[in-house]
């Protein structure tokens, strides 16, 4: 009985899909995203920095502008989800964000990698430096066009 059990267990987990199945991880994130504006009409397919945020956290608010500029630098689409919203608490438990700021950068609907800034410089002095170096170590893990 018990390995009846443990084998129908183990089928219901290999055959059950993962909940992005239907629809693409990047296509729920860009439907979350805050900046509407910039990410209507943007491909799913293409290279997402998405931004966690949170309107209470003082680095987002720092490395937000930087973070923004090096993704237009690089044709990237730069996707902003406020986690403060209700609506994202299952992204966000999808995603395991349990800290701000949390990147993630995306290509052809794959996550390519996470970043977690760690120290800051509490005046943001080191940000615009910090943030294009740590993306440009991210660039580089892209796949080749």
Known sequence: MIRYILFALALSVLTSTPSFAEESPTKALLAAAENTKEVEGADPNAV????????WCEPC???EPFVRAFAKREGWTFVYINTDDEQTRSLRAKFD????????????GTLVERVNFGRYKTDGSDAEERVN??????KRKLPKP
């Open 48 to 55: 997402l920095l998405i931004m966690w945020s949170a309107h």
């Open 61 to 63: 608010k720092i490395d």
């Open 97 to 108: 964000i349990t800290g701000m700021p949390t990147y993630h950068v995306f290509s052809s």
């Open 133 to 138: 170096a740590r993306f440009a170590r991210t």
